[in-house]
Structures are given as structure tokens and as C-alpha cells.
């Protein structure tokens, strides 16, 4: 037997999946153990493995490869606690990094608004004498002796990772090469990245600001990586390891150490890659995939089967340029406190009792009402069949908290205050598949939503029913949704070159040497991560803009080798195209220039396969468990609870209805139906109330 | 009358008219060719209805978006009853309808159902104008035919034909030719964009419940700021601000007089006691001034930051000023800089006044704004370019809880301005950038410290480089103030070193030549400060001193804090005796 496995470290739980090569798969989730991360993964596979009767070392044995998820670097943003890092940029222009522009992002009417937070003081904003121009020629060499000064100030101040960022240094990256290697002697040990390595491409802020974050997250990732991949080794692992990155794609510890800055959204990147995998299987084109875990709610949208990409991204306040895929998130999951505030509006988040101490009802010292003590309270979940049993809840706990905090002060009894948390958490998130939707002018009826996280399809239906959203698919591994999104992910590297040229005077050898450039990286990243060229897929990509505009249309659909008049005609006809669809103009007279050439090399890797189950009939009943007490219109009602894992494909169940898992409850409410599908996931169908 | 459109679709609809101008926005920003709009995002764009009532809009930056109601209405008017489908529109003239001249407003008619039913427009600074001026501002203008190119409402598309003849008549009247075409087409584009998606949204919904809903929108809009208007308490409040002076009268400083009347829910900003108009180029535009005091009021934190800018949220607003003063010209007074200098002089005028009342609501005064426009040929690319020097922005002010923002000025932004990339502006304008970063001393000390102002210096790389240094807030008497107990920030310095050697200051309000070789360097003011210094704690104080934002010097004369420098760690230290020595005093 030889297994496959997606291993994803949330907030409050790690979760992993494993498939076996006959199409099985299984889950298994342990507490994320913050301080050292690796120890939750090892619980995860230690379960993993006394599932099927091995140890460890014999399960890890058979493991053929693993794709991880790690909030590492997003928790080092998140919370101020990178690396401490010093920033070194040309004399003069000490501080673009920090002024980002002179921008008020945020809300502009405000006066009242703190000024952002920095990532690197200004005394550690260290400038060094040299000048590339506008041509890429040096007009003020390196001074050495200034990198000198640099350094003793690094020195003194225990710096732990250093960024390289000049001026021009996409076109000409002589002085940061030189700097970095005069400063490595004397930092051995010490993170070092170079603009010209982690974003070769014109605009200084957005490419200080994107090396900034790559040196601060740096250390602490290449750390964990270094440390996860000797214990999976000495442990009995001998397959691939591969790290999720946030545009969608995988890529090798190795790669993935330098480049730490495109692991900010990797525990989340794998939900849309998940949601376009489940959507197929019900012909679902546009899709928004819901994630609720235990400290926060992750919003993505796929629209006609693309999960949405952004180049102007912001982690934690801060610009990042690299490809990212479009996920929002907002501070609401099963962990976050509810409480009333002084002017006596109850409140739910963004403050979270994490995986430690937990809520209430974890019975760990918890003493504020969460969201998840509300979902006991409502019935919701069962305080003895938590995560199949392998945790009691106690009911007690969760009661006591909700009462004090919440029922006392509002005057409202129990289950009424656990009826408001668990309202006003749905209506938070709501409220943030909004901002993905509606206010981008997309309606959100005409979307599927696909839900994820054990507790997300508690509260998904409600959610949907405030948008208007009809459609829910609950996946059988909803629980470790992402982790299902990692195993069916590919190897992605995504490359850029500036090379600026006039549409009349087209070096066709300079693109081919450029493209070619990108092809040998790509490939030479490729081999150190043991793929070979025939499962390699090169999209390349230019982009285009009319003379003296300053932003550029991308265009795809050409090849290496292609470099020739016929291919350059048709980019430009796609050009004029394209503008005038995302613009509402095209001027076919006007001169095109080339500015940008981009490659998107991909990798693919082994992908486990899913079963497929013929249709049964619709009776559900051999499915029901037992009955239990909850919430539902307003009232504590005896409801049919069914066990998720004896429903067969083609059974059908109604409204008011629990549907269990070991890690997934679903609260079906009144007024909608559910059916297992024949890959045995979850459809539900939210049926028109009689007045509406 | 209560529409029985459900919740969510007022909802959908409301952000969806937002997306829209968005959308629009997305067309202005990604497509020019001048880096005033595609760096510096100095345009907006808006959706109107037939009346045409203000119904959604971007606020890129806001003192140009609130003006926008003025144009729609000066254009439907102007056109009422020959309106067809696939016109466009273009104006320009101060006097019909438009804030300054060197902003340019184009407009389409949305027809549904053979209906006229909306209005879109897209409006944004060019990179000239015609006229005397540089990039839209002349200095020397006595009248508004040396500050530009007057353009009235003009028809510049016919039924789907736009008319090459007016464009033609447009462009030829200016400089910057290539620039300003692409950019017309920019616009063109945008209002094409905007119209597809509100006719994909009113096959959606329908025009019944699309317009029931935007009514909707409207009067919940302006009940919410009604309410917040209600909390603020009633009474006058006055307050003067004045300007260096307008580019003619060098000797006579321009004042705005403003007395600020809460009623209710109802606010009045009576100017009527400013000075009468100027000879130069600085006097304000009914448009201008209405856009203003919005600006300034919906900043606060007295009025909720989320509420939507749109034909409600200023009904509650009213403004007196009297035609012939600073504040609202006669024809033909020349108006070019009226967005700058007099704007700032009322956003101060009406923050000051309100400082009296909620000083914890308001801001400490910004960094005003002046640097040069310039234009010319580029001799690397042989290429026109225009551009402004938005890299010397100043700071914004400190509030009541924090310091200000650095470099986010000037105050008629917002800190929407966003500071063009220095790459991007070395490779389009024929200048080597020497210097772009914080000047220590340059926020005004407070218990909060105002925002830092920068140091930007570049040298000139051709010859015959025409400049409009344009602003204000080079004198003592024009810097930010502080409030609530807080200090002043130091005036602008702005200097002209030529390759001879020799140099000169800058002022604000006149014209220049660059020539190869000339290096010029401005410092601009921070934000003021934000209440008494000396309540800063001395920690906070020695930070600033140990991050080069405060000097030795200002943090014992401004915030009596001692610090000295310990050689042999090389590091700042508070002297904790002589500290509390001075604080005592």
C-alpha cells in the first residue's frame, strides 16, 4: 500500500488527509500546537498511522509524497514576531519602504486612523552609496565601505535577516550580488534576499516591500522546514515533500525556504484548487468556497472555473507583488469570543481562544463563550460524539460562560444568548463573502457555495440563505478541505523579466533569449525537485501596453521558439482585443510596446484518484442514529441526527435534520433537503419558504 | 413612499452602482497615459441619475469628486431635450459648471427602454490644458483665458459618431497633444465600460426597481448623516486661514473667513466674510468650494467614515458665499489653483473651526502643498511629458490618539495622492532623482507628532523645462498648525541650485525654466502636532531621536526631553534628571 497526504496546519487544528492508492481516504485532525507546529503534524500522523495498525515509521515508510500547508509565515506577519531584519536600500531614499507611497489606504474619510504599523524601524532602514539609472548603467559605483557601516549597525542590533534592495536592480543586479556577498562572511547564518531574486520588476515600493516580507518571514520558515523534513526522515519518510505556495501551486522546501514571501496565503491556497476539484463534479463553474475554522473565516471566488489572482495583494497591511490567489479572510471561527461591550451590543470575535486554552467547553481553562460553546449549547454538536468521541465537551463549561458573559448582561435566557452568538457569527461572515461578491458588483445567487471546515456546515445554510444562495456542496473531507486542495495541487513557479521594447522594433532574440532564460530556471528548479520535463507545462505570457501608457494588459498563447512576425501579430490583435473588453476602448492605429515577459511553469504531480459510487435509493432512514434536541425556528425541537458515514449515494433527507461525522456536523435547517451525491459528498438545496 | 424592493437587492444594487464607478475608475488608472492619473490617480468617476441626482462615485481623490454634481447638471441642462443614445459629452469651463479648468469632465447619456435613465462621467486633471499654463496651472493668468482652454458643454460624439472636427478644435489648442488625446480616449472608455455594466444591471432588475432602489439608497444616506450632523453640538464657530499669495499681488495675502453654523442636523459653512476675489489664478469656484467643505466635514470623525458619497449625504449640507469673493469668483477671474491654495485655506478654516467644539474629532493641520509642474521635451525618448512633482507630499496632522501619517498630503487628498513610483518617473521625464526621504524636524511636536514631510531633490536632464511652482504654505503664518496645545511644523523650503553654482529659493505661485544641470530641492512641511508636547512620554520622544525623526535639539526645546548621545554604545539615552528638570519648569 502506498499513501498520499495533505497535511494543512490551521489556526486550531492541523488537519491531514491521506489517500490510498485503491482511492481511499481518511482523516485525521490533531490540536496545532503553535509554538512548535511539527509536533501537531506528528500527532496528525501518528493517528494517521495507529488507524491502520502501523507505527509511525512503518506508515511513514509507505508514504509516496506529502503536500503541507503552513500558516508559519502568514502567523509571523500577522502577529510582529519575524525575523528581526534590516533593510538596505540606496542613499538617499532611505525611506520608500516605509512612506508605501505616501498612500491612506483604508478608510480615507477618517482622520482618526492609526498609521500603519512597520515591518522594519527606521533605524534599521540602513542606505548604502550606489546608482543604477534609468538604463540599468551605474552612475555612482558600490561604496563599499558604506555596507561596512551597514553591517556594524546589523552588528550591534542582533539583526536575524537582512533584505538588498536598490534602485534599478532588475536591470542591472551587480551591486546587490556584490552585497550580499560582502555581508555573507560576515553573517553567515543570517537570512539574506535580493529584489533582483524575488521580484526583478519595475515599481520600487511594491518590490522593496515584497523582499522586506521575504527576509522577515525567512528565518522562522526555512527553520520549520529544515527541522519538519529531518523528523519526517528520520521517522522512515523517503517520498516527496512539497510546500503549498499562495498562488494555488506546490513547491519544494528547498525553493520554498528562499522564497518564503509566497507562502503567506499557503494554509487557505489550497481551498479554490479544492472547490474547482468538488465543483466539476456537479458541472459548478462559478463557485465561492466558505472555510470556517476555529479562528477565522477564509472567503475565495472562482468564477467560470479560475480561481481569482492578484498581483496587488496585502498581508497583515503590508503590499506584497508576487501572484497570489485572491483570498479573503475575516477573524470569525468556532474559537471566537463572544462577549457584550460597554455599550451592550453583543459582539462575536475577532479576539479567538485559539486551539489553547480553547472554548469553554474544551474544559482547558477556557472561561469566555465561543462560538463553538453556543453550537453545544444549541444542540448542535454532541458533547460526547466531538471529533468521533475522541473528546468530550463539557456542556456545563460552555453554559456557565454564555451565562455569564452573555445571558446575564442582555437579560436573555441560555439558549436565546447562544442563539444570538451563533446569529451574529453568521452574519460576520456573511458579511465577508459580501466583500468578495456583492461588493464587487457580483451577485452571489449565481454562485455555488462549497463549504469547508468542520464547523462550517453548522453555520453554512444560514449564511447562504442570507445571500440568497441556493446551492451548498458539503464535501465528505469538508473538514480538511484545503488539505484535500494541497493533494490535487501541481508543482507552480512563476517567473517574470522586464524587457522593455517598442511594437515596431521587436527584438525577436532578445524575447527568445529572455524566454529561454525563465525555461532553464524553471527547468533547473524542476530538477532539483525530481520532476522531469515531459510533466512540465510552460504558459508563457507578455505583457502589453499602448505607448506611454503605464500599466499593461497581459496576453498568453505563445511558445519558446514561436518568436517570429506571425505570433507577434496575433498578441497584438489579442491586445486591442482585450483592451477594449476590460476598457471600453481600443485604439487600433496606436503603437503597442512590449514590457514585460512572464512564465507560469508548471509541474505536474501524482493526484489520487476519488471513487465513485453508483446511486442508491432515496430513503435515508437506515442512516438515522438517534434523536436529539436543538435549535430550530426558535425553538428547542427532538430532530432526526444521521450518521453521515452510513448515508449512501442517492439517499435524500429534509429539514430539520444533524448530519454527523467524526470532524463535520451539517445542520440542515427547516425548508432544505440534502443528498448524497455519488462521489459521496454532501448536495444541499435551500428550498423556498412558503412566503417567498 | 416605501419601495417593497427586498433588503439584499438595495443591498446588491448599492454596491454594485460603487463597483461600477470602480470598474470605471479601473479603466482611467490602468489605461492613460499621464502619470497624474495613472500614478498619482488624480481623476474620479460617477453615476447619475436623469435628473441628474449624484448616485455613486469613486474618491480617488476627493476634492475633484465632489464637484462632479455641478458638471452633470450644467451638461443635462445645456442639452435638455436633445440627448440621444450614443452621445458623449465633454466640458471644461469653471464658469459652466466645472471646479478648475485642467480637469476635464466627459459624459454619456444611458438610455433604456428609449428612456433617458442615467448619466455616467468620467473627469480627471490633464496633462495640459491650453492657455498660459504648465500641466493646467498658470501663475501668471490675470483672466481665464490666459489659465486655459475654455471648453463649454460640446457634444463630442453624435449618436455613436464622435466628432473628429471638435477634437481636432480641442487638441489643437494644446500642447501636450498625444498625452491629453489618449487620456480623452481613457475617458471615453470609461463611461463606454460604465454604460455595459448599468445596462447589464438594469436588464437584471429592471429599471422600476433599480430606481426605487438608488431613491432608497439616497434617503438612507442622508438620514445617517443627518443623525451624526445631530450629535455634533449646536453653535457658530469661526476660524480665518490665509494663503502666501496669488501669483500677481506678491505683497497681499488671500483670506478665507468661515463661520461654521451647526443647526440640528443641519450644517452651514458661511464664507461670506472672506476676501474678495484675487487677480491670480487662486480663486475658488462654487463647485470647488462645495466640494471642499464636504471634504472637510465628511473627514471628521464626527461623521461616520462609511457612509456613500452620493446626492443624499449632502442635503443636509448648505453654503453661503457670495459671488465676487475669494470663495466664488465672477467670470472671468482666473481659477486654475483654486483646488490647492484655497481649498486648503477652507478644509483648515472649517477643521480649526470645528477644533473649537470636537477637537478629539479633527485632525491637526496637513502639509500644504507645493512643488513644480513642468513639461517639455525629454530628450532620451524625444517624447512630450508633463508631469507633477507629487514625490514632496508633505505629512498629514496628528489626532487625539495618534501621530499623523507621513508624507500623505496635501489635505484636499485625503492621502488618496498616491506618490508616483521613482522608477516609472525616471524612465518617462528627463530627471535623475537625487534624494527622496523623511526630514528629520519637519512634524509639528505634540503629544501626538504630526506626520513627517520629506526631503526630494532631482536634477534636471534638458533644457527649456517650463515650471508652474504652484502652492502655498512657504510663510510662517500659512504652515500647519497644530491643535489642541500642539505645535506648529516648520514652512516649505524649496531651492533652485544651477549647474553654475549659483542658487535661489523657490516660491510658490511662479513660473520657472529649468534648464541641464539645475537641481532643485524642496523639504516639505510635516503635519502639525496634536496637544502638549511636553505630555509626550520622554520613551516616545527618544524613539523618534533614535529613528532621526526628532533631533536632539527639538526634543529639548519642543518636548523639554534631554537626550544624549553615549558614545560608547552609540546610542540614545534620556537624561533623566535634566528631563524632569525641564518638564517641571
Redesign the interface.
Known amino acids: 500500500m502506498s499513501f498520499k497526504i495533505g497535511i494543512d496546519v490551521g489556526g486550531t487544528f492541523t488537519d491531514l488527509l491521506v489517500f490510498d492508492d485503491a482511492g481511499n481516504t481518511s482523516i485525521c485532525k490533531a490540536p496545532t500546537t503553535p509554538a512548535d507546529p511539527s509536533q501537531g503534524v506528528f500527532a496528525a500522523l501518528q493517528q494517521a498511522a495507529s488507524e491502520r495498525n502501523l507505527p509511525t515509521r512503518g506508515f511513514l515508510e509507505q508514504v509516496e509524497s506529502i503536500v503541507h500547508g503552513t500558516t508559519i509565515t502568514t502567523n509571523a506577519v500577522l502577529t510582529a514576531s519575524g525575523a528581526r531584519t534590516a533593510f538596505i536600500t540606496t542613499h538617499?531614499?532611505?525611506?520608500?519602504l516605509?512612506?508605501r507611497?505616501?498612500?491612506?489606504d483604508g478608510?480615507?474619510?477618517?482622520?482618526?486612523?492609526?498609521?500603519p504599523p512597520q515591518l522594519i524601524?527606521?533605524?534599521l532602514n540602513l542606505t548604502v552609496r550606489e546608482r543604477v539609472?534609468?538604463r540599468g548603467e551605474q552612475?555612482i559605483p558600490l561604496h563599499e565601505e558604506d555596507v561596512a557601516s551597514a553591517a556594524a549597525v546589523m552588528q550591534?542590533a542582533n539583526i536575524e535577516a537582512i533584505a538588498i534592495s536598490y534602485?534599478?536592480s532588475f536591470l542591472n543586479p551587480e551591486h546587490e550580488l556584490r552585497t550580499r556577498e560582502l555581508l555573507e562572511k560576515e553573517f553567515p547564518n543570517v537570512y539574506i534576499s535580493l529584489s533582483c531574486e524575488v521580484l526583478p520588476q519595475?515599481?520600487?515600493?511594491e518590490r522593496h516591500s515584497t523582499t522586506a516580507l521575504n527576509s522577515y518571514c525567512g528565518p522562522p520558515l526555512a527553520s520549520y522546514l529544515q527541522e519538519l523534513e529531518q523528523s519526517l526522515q528520520q521517522n522512515g519518510f523517503s517520498g516527496t515533500l512539497n510546500i503549498m505556495q499562495s498562488n494555488g501551486g506546490c513547491m519544494s522546501p528547498k525553493v520554498t525556504s528562499r522564497f518564503s514571501v509566497n507562502t503567506l496565503l499557503s494554509g487557505p491556497a489550497g481551498g479554490p484548487g479544492a472547490g474547482i476539484h468538488y465543483g466539476k463534479t456537479h458541472d459548478y463553474k462559478n463557485i465561492i468556497t466558505v472555510d470556517m475554522g476555529g479562528t477565522s473565516f477564509d472567503v475565495a471566488l472562482v468564477q467560470n472555473e479560475t480561481p481569482v489572482v492578484s498581483s496587488e495583494n496585502e498581508v497583515g497591511g503590508f503590499h506584497v507583488a508576487v501572484p497570489m490567489l485572491d483570498i479573503h479572510t475575516v477573524g470569525a471561527g468556532g474559537g471566537s469570543i463572544a462577549g457584550v461591550d460597554s455599550g451592550g451590543m453583543l459582539y462575536v470575535g475577532p479576539a479567538s481562544a485559539g486551539a489553547d486554552p480553547g472554548p469553554a467547553c474544551y474544559d482547558r481553562g477556557g472561561s469566555e463563550p465561543t462560538v463553538t460553546d453556543a453550537d453545544l449549547i444549541l444542540g448542535y454538536l454532541d458533547a460526547d460524539y466531538f471529533h468521533g468521541g475522541a473528546m468530550t465537551l463539557n456542556r456545563e463549561a460552555a453554559s456557565r460562560a454564555i451565562e455569564k458573559k452573555v445571558a446575564i448582561p442582555l437579560g436573555l435566557s441560555i439558549t436565546e444568548a447562544a442563539d444570538g452568538i451563533y446569529r451574529v457569527a453568521n452574519s460576520i461572515m456573511s458579511g465577508a463573502v459580501?466583500v468578495v461578491t456583492?461588493?464587487?458588483?457580483l451577485?452571489p445567487r449565481e454562485f455555488a457555495m462549497i463549504v469547508a471546515g468542520g464547523a462550517g456546515p453548522i453555520h453554512a445554510v444560514p449564511i447562504a440563505r442570507?445571500?440568497?444562495i441556493r446551492t451548498l456542496l458539503v464535501p465528505r473531507e469538508s473538514s480538511v478541505f484545503c488539505a484535500a486542495g494541497m493533494l490535487l495541487s501541481d508543482l507552480k513557479h512563476t517567473y517574470v523579466r522586464t524587457c522593455a521594447m517598442l511594437g515596431s522594433l521587436v527584438d525577436f532574440k532578445l524575447i527568445g533569449k529572455r524566454l529561454q532564460e525563465m525555461r532553464d530556471l524553471a527547468l533547473s528548479t524542476f530538477a532539483d525537485e525530481n520532476l522531469t520535463s515531459e510533466d512540465v507545462t510552460m504558459q508563457y505570457s507578455a505583457d502589453l501596453r499602448?505607448v506611454?501608457?503605464?500599466?499593461e494588459?497581459e496576453v498568453t498563447g505563445f511558445n519558446l521558439g514561436d518568436s517570429n512576425e506571425q505570433v507577434w501579430q496575433q498578441l497584438i490583435d489579442d491586445f486591442h482585443g482585450l483592451?477594449d473588453e476590460?476598457?471600453?476602448?481600443a485604439?487600433p492605429q496606436g503603437e503597442v510596446e512590449l514590457i514585460n515577459l512572464r512564465l507560469v511553469a508548471s509541474g505536474k504531480t501524482g493526484k489520487p484518484q476519488a471513487s465513485r459510487f453508483a446511486l442508491k435509493d432515496e430513503d435515508a432512514v437506515h442512516a438515522i442514529k438517534g434523536r436529539r434536541e436543538a435549535w430550530f425556528d426558535n425553538s428547542m425541537q427532538l430532530v432526526d441526527v444521521y450518521d453521515g458515514l452510513a448515508l449512501q449515494s442517492g439517499n435524500l433527507l429534509l429539514g430539520p435534520a444533524i448530519v454527523e461525522q467524526p470532524t463535520t456536523t451539517i445542520v440542515l435547517p427547516t425548508a432544505t433537503e440534502l443528498r448524497c451525491d455519488e462521489w459521496g459528498n454532501y448536495l444541499i438545496e435551500i428550498l423556498r419558504k412558503k412566503e417567498e | 413612499m416605501k419601495s417593497d424592493i427586498d433588503p439584499v437587492d438595495i443591498a446588491v444594487i448599492s454596491a454594485r452602482m460603487q463597483s461600477i464607478c470602480k470598474e470605471m475608475g479601473e479603466t482611467m488608472l490602468r489605461t492613460s497615459r499621464s502619470p497624474i492619473f495613472s500614478e498619482a490617480r488624480d481623476f474620479t468617476t460617477a453615476v447619475f441619475d436623469h435628473k441628474p441626482e449624484l448616485l455613486a462615485q469613486t474618491i480617488y481623490i476627493p476634492d475633484i469628486a465632489a464637484a462632479t454634481p455641478f458638471a452633470a447638471k450644467a451638461v443635462a441642462e445645456r442639452f435638455v431635450g436633445d440627448v440621444h443614445e450614443g452621445d458623449l459629452f465633454i466640458l471644461n469651463d469653471p464658469y459652466r459648471g466645472n471646479n478648475h479648468p485642467p480637469d476635464l469632465n466627459v459624459m454619456k447619456p444611458v438610455f433604456w427602454d428609449k428612456q433617458l435613465r442615467y448619466w455616467l462621467l468620467s473627469k480627471g486633471h490633464h496633462a495640459d490644458m491650453g492657455g498660459g499654463g504648465v500641466v493646467g496651472y498658470n501663475p501668471e493668468a490675470h483672466d481665464a483665458w490666459e489659465d486655459a482652454l475654455r471648453i463649454p458643454c460640446l457634444r463630442l460624439a453624435d449618436r455613436g459618431v464622435l466628432r473628429e472636427d471638435v477634437l481636432d478644435f480641442i487638441l489643437l489648442n494644446i500642447r501636450a497633444r498625444d498625452l491629453v488625446e489618449g487620456d480623452i480616449h481613457c475617458q471615453i472608455g470609461a463611461v463606454n465600460l460604465g454604460e455595459r455594466r448599468l445596462l447589464a444591471l438594469l436588464e437584471h432588475y429592471g429599471y422600476a426597481d433599480l430606481s426605487a432602489a438608488t431613491a432608497e439608497i439616497l434617503d438612507a444616506t442622508e438620514r445617517r448623516v443627518r443623525a451624526d450632523i445631530a450629535k455634533i453640538p449646536d453653535g457658530e464657530y469661526s476660524a480665518e486661514r490665509a494663503i502666501d499669495h496669488d501669483g500677481i499681488e506678491f505683497d497681499k495675502s488671500p483670506v478665507v473667513r468661515l463661520c461654521l453654523k451647526v443647526q440640528g442636523d443641519k450644517v452651514i459653512f458661511d464664507y461670506s466674510d472672506s476676501d474678495a476675489q484675487s487677480i491670480g489664478y487662486i480663486n475658488s469656484t462654487l463647485p470647488n468650494t462645495s466640494a471642499m467643505s464636504q471634504l472637510a466635514l465628511f473627514s471628521t470623525h464626527a461623521i461616520s467614515n462609511d457612509i456613500q458619497f452620493n446626492d443624499g449625504a449632502v442635503r443636509p449640507l448648505e453654503i453661503i458665499a457670495p459671488e465676487g469673493t475669494i470663495v466664488n469668483a465672477r467670470e472671468p477671474a482666473p481659477t486654475s489653483c483654486c483646488t490647492l491654495c484655497i481649498g486648503e485655506a477652507m478644509i483648515e478654516a472649517i477643521w480649526l473651526a470645528l477644533a473649537q467644539v470636537i477637537p478629539e474629532q479633527v485632525s491637526a493641520m496637513w502639509g500644504r502643498w507645493c512643488a513644480p509642474a513642468t513639461m517639455g521635451m525629454n530628450p532620451a525618448n524625444d517624447r512630450f511629458f508633463a508631469d507633477i512633482h507629487f514625490m514632496s507630499k508633505g505629512g498629514g496632522g496628528a489626532v487625539h490618539g495618534y501621530d499623523g501619517w507621513d508624507h500623505v498630503g496635501t489635505p484636499v487628498t485625503l492621502g488618496g495622492l498616491r506618490a508616483p513610483d521613482p522608477e516609472l518617473h525616471e524612465l518617462v521625464t528627463p530627471y535623475s532623482l537625487l534624494e527622496y526621504e523623511i526630514e528629520t524636524d519637519t512634524g509639528g511636536a505634540g503629544e501626538w507628532r504630526g506626520g513627517m514631510g520629506v526631503r526630494y531633490a532631482f536634477q534636471v536632464e534638458a533644457d527649456n523645462v517650463a515650471c508652474a511652482n504652484f502652492g502655498s504654505g512657504m510663510r510662517n503664518f500659512t504652515a500647519p498648525e497644530g491643535i489642541a496645545g500642539g505645535e506648529a511644523a516648520p514652512a516649505h523650503r524649496l531651492n533652485l541650485e544651477h549647474a553654475d553654482g549659483s542658487s535661489e529659493e523657490l516660491d510658490g505661485n511662479r513660473m520657472y525654466t529649468f534648464n541641464k544641470g539645475d537641481r532643485i530641492s524642496i523639504v516639505s512641511s510635516g503635519g502639525g502636532g496634536y496637544g502638549d508636547p511636553k505630555q509626550r512620554s520622554p520613551e516616545r520622544v527618544l524613539r523618534d531621536v533614535h529613528d532621526g525623526l526628532v533631533s536632539v535639539e527639538q526634543a529639548r526645546l519642543s518636548y523639554a526631553v534631554v537626550v544624549t548621545k553615549d558614545d560608547s554604545v552609540s546610542a540614545y539615552t534620556i537624561d533623566e534628571e535634566k528631563t524632569r528638570g525641564l518638564r517641571s519648569a
Do not use: C
Open positions: 538617499g531614499f532611505r525611506d520608500l516605509n512612506l507611497r505616501g498612500m491612506k478608510e480615507r474619510y477618517d482622520l482618526q486612523l492609526a498609521p524601524e527606521r533605524s539609472n534609468a552612475t550591534s534602485l534599478w519595475i515599481r520600487v515600493y459580501t456583492v461588493q464587487r458588483g451577485d442570507e445571500l440568497g499602448y506611454g501608457q503605464f500599466n494588459v483592451h476590460r476598457f471600453g476602448y485604439l
